[in-house]
């Protein structure tokens, strides 16, 4: 019997858990005294206080299943196999504890032996520093083959100051059938852009440190920091081509399915894309407002209501003219509440803050698509391939269409968005809304969100709702 994605996740905790590990929780999606980051976004975002000796932790082996946002991915999702805005890192982390003569046994094991994940290694690759003769020995010595091991230059891990070291990523070969590139294609490589390969695990190996004058030098005290996408994990392991045919996200696309106009996943490659991007923004929608984040016009907020109208607007491509986003976090919820239960707790106010963002923009959604539709025939007929910044700006404002999902539409069709000209509008109406906010306070009026939540009024455009947010 295969193993469940729940079953997946405890295996991967328990293993660490048996080398002297402790677990951690995961914690909020939302980053805490961290202004460098919007979002959490892998498992050692939420442990710097321990590697950057601010906290001492009680244990210094740690090992955690972290929700984690990527936005950067976010056109991936749908087209790679691989893609999510949301996934769950697992993750073992040594705070100046055990190194690479441990964890690179400790990997094969868990990825290898019968008593745990049970891979076969011929599946299995490796990629490494070229310089880190280190790693590729201990891998030699747990029995990887030299041509099961790839040098590559970018296995560095470095954000420009602090601590850096080299990283040895894992691949998965799910075999020639999925090969989508020639023989002698210079990505036909685990790592290249071949999606036979899959990378599952990254190991970094954090020795040096990057000081302000470009040197880098010894540290002290070595850590290590992994991190796993589960998702990931979990389709290699159910053999399935995709993340989303995983027992993860095939209740979501069900459920799509059954409030579509008769779509069905898999029959459509066009429509399969739409299925996967509904699922995957549901997921991160439903976690991200489960931690606290609310739909806005700014940052954090601009983020959950991008990807509410993008899983809108791939809806009415499936044929959902009503709302339907907010019916998914029952599925969601159901899927990870033996990790996650806090979902199902918080379900009814989850559901009402994406209910009143897809109601809000549903009302201006089909003026909004009419009016893209037109600026895209006259640019067409005229032989210009730019829409302008004040269009774009006016469908942002007066019909909520966030400018890159202008920009995804402008694409498909060829042509472009003036994003300078759009960023100068936007920035005058920044000006007036300050203005106002200002007026606003003075006032000593009170915030009217939460109230906006429960009794949806009626659409005013969207400087008005960023008076009443800002005021949050
Ligand atoms: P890729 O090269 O496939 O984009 P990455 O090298 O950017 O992955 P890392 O930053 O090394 O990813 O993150 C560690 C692990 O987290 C990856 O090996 C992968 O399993 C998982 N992961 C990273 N990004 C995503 C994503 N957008 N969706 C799902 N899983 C991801
Ligand atoms: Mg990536
Ligand atoms: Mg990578
Ligand atoms: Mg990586």
């Given at each position: 019997?295969?193993?469940?994605s729940?079953e997946?996740r405890?295996m991967?905790?328990?293993?660490?858990?048996?080398?002297g590990?402790?677990v951690e929780?995961s914690?909020?999606l939302?980053?805490v005294d961290?202004p460098?980051?919007?979002w959490?976004?892998?498992?050692?975002?939420?442990?710097k206080?321990?590697f950057d000796g601010?906290?001492?932790p009680d244990?210094?082996?740690?090992?955690?299943?972290q929700k984690s946002?990527?936005?950067?991915?976010?056109?991936?999702?749908g087209?790679?196999?691989?893609?999510?805005?949301?996934?769950e890192?697992l993750?073992n982390f040594?705070v100046?504890?055990?190194?690479?003569?441990?964890?690179i046994?400790?990997?094969?094991?868990?990825l290898?032996?019968?008593?745990?994940f049970g891979f076969d290694?011929?599946r299995?690759y490796?990629?490494?520093y070229?310089?880190d003769?280190v790693t590729k020995?201990?891998?030699r010595?747990?029995?990887v083959?030299?041509?099961?091991i790839v040098?590559a230059?970018?296995?560095f891990?470095?954000?420009?100051?602090?601590?850096s070291?080299p990283?040895?990523?894992?691949?998965y070969?799910r075999?020639?059938s999925?090969?989508?590139?020639a023989?002698?294609?210079?990505?036909?490589?685990p790592?290249?852009?071949?999606s036979r390969?899959v990378?599952i695990?990254?190991?970094?190996?954090?020795?040096l440190?990057?000081l302000?004058?470009?040197r880098?030098?010894?540290?002290?005290h070595?850590?290590?920091?992994t991190g796993?996408g589960l998702?990931?994990?979990?389709?290699?392991?159910?053999?399935?081509p995709?993340?989303?045919?995983?027992?993860l996200f095939?209740p979501i696309?069900?459920a799509?399915e059954?409030m579509s106009?008769?779509?069905?996943y898999?029959?459509?490659?066009?429509d399969?894309?739409?299925f996967k991007?509904?699922?995957d923004?549901?997921?991160t929608?439903?976690?991200a407002?489960?931690?606290?984040?609310?739909?806005s016009?700014?940052?954090?907020?601009?983020v959950?209501?991008?990807?509410i109208?993008?899983?809108v607007l791939?809806?009415?491509k499936?044929g959902?003219?009503?709302?339907?986003?907010y019916?998914?976090?029952p599925?969601?919820?159901e899927i990870m509440k033996?990790y996650?239960?806090?979902?199902?707790?918080?379900?009814p106010?989850?559901q009402k803050?994406?209910?009143?963002?897809?109601?809000r923009?549903?009302q201006t959604l089909?003026?909004?698509?009419?009016l893209?539709?037109q600026?895209?025939?006259?640019?067409?007929?005229?032989?210009?391939?730019?829409i302008?910044?004040?269009?774009a700006?006016?469908l942002?404002?007066?019909y909520?269409?966030p400018?890159e999902?202008?920009?995804?539409?402008a694409?498909?069709?060829?042509l472009?968005v003036?994003?300078a000209g759009?960023?100068?509008n936007m920035?005058a109406q920044?000006?007036?809304?300050?203005?106002?906010r200002?007026?606003?306070?003075?006032m000593?009026?009170?915030d009217?969100v939460?109230m906006?939540?429960?009794?949806p009024?009626k659409?005013?455009g969207?400087?008005e709702?960023?008076?009443?947010?800002a005021?949050l």
């Amino acid at each position: 019997k295969k193993m469940s994605s729940g079953e997946i996740r405890q295996m991967f905790l328990d293993f660490f858990k048996s080398k002297g590990h402790a677990v951690e929780p995961s914690a909020s999606l939302i980053p805490v005294d961290d202004p460098t980051l919007l979002w959490i976004n892998s498992g050692v975002a939420t442990l710097k206080k321990y590697f950057d000796g601010s906290v001492v932790p009680d244990n210094p082996r740690i090992t955690n299943a972290q929700k984690s946002i990527r936005t950067n991915d976010i056109e991936n999702v749908g087209k790679t196999a691989r893609h999510l805005t949301f996934f769950e890192m697992l993750g073992n982390f040594s705070v100046g504890d055990y190194f690479k003569k441990e964890v690179i046994p400790w990997a094969w094991e868990l990825l290898t032996s019968p008593k745990w994940f049970g891979f076969d290694p011929k599946r299995l690759y490796v990629t490494v520093y070229p310089k880190d003769k280190v790693t590729k020995e201990l891998w030699r010595k747990v029995g990887v083959p030299d041509d099961h091991i790839v040098e590559a230059e970018d296995n560095f891990w470095d954000i420009g100051e602090g601590p850096s070291g080299p990283d040895s990523e894992i691949f998965y070969d799910r075999g020639q059938s999925f090969n989508n590139v020639a023989e002698d294609d210079p990505e036909n490589y685990p790592g290249g852009e071949n999606s036979r390969y899959v990378e599952i695990w990254n190991i970094v190996f954090s020795e040096l440190n990057h000081l302000p004058d470009g040197r880098f030098v010894e540290q002290p005290h070595k850590n290590i920091d992994t991190g796993m996408g589960l998702e990931r994990l979990v389709a290699v392991i159910q053999g399935k081509p995709t993340i989303f045919e995983t027992d993860l996200f095939m209740p979501i696309i069900k459920a799509t399915e059954k409030m579509s106009a008769g779509k069905k996943y898999g029959a459509n490659a066009q429509d399969d894309v739409s299925f996967k991007i509904i699922a995957d923004h549901a997921r991160t929608v439903t976690f991200a407002i489960g931690d606290g984040a609310l739909p806005s016009n700014e940052g954090r907020g601009y983020v959950l209501r991008r990807l509410i109208r993008r899983a809108v607007l791939n809806g009415k491509k499936l044929g959902i003219d009503h709302d339907f986003l907010y019916q998914l976090v029952p599925v969601v919820g159901e899927i990870m509440k033996s990790y996650y239960p806090q979902i199902l707790a918080n379900q009814p106010f989850i559901q009402k803050v994406i209910k009143s963002e897809e109601t809000r923009f549903r009302q201006t959604l089909d003026a909004g698509v009419n009016l893209l539709n037109q600026i895209i025939a006259e640019l067409k007929k005229t032989g210009k391939k730019e829409i302008s910044g004040a269009d774009a700006f006016k469908l942002f404002d007066t019909y909520g269409f966030p400018v890159e999902m202008t920009n995804e539409y402008a694409q498909d069709e060829g042509l472009q968005v003036d994003m300078a000209g759009f960023k100068k509008n936007m920035a005058a109406q920044r000006d007036r809304a300050r203005k106002a906010r200002g007026d606003r306070q003075s006032m000593g009026s009170q915030d009217t969100v939460l109230m906006n939540i429960t009794t949806p009024s009626k659409f005013t455009g969207w400087t008005e709702l960023d008076h009443k947010h800002a005021t949050l």
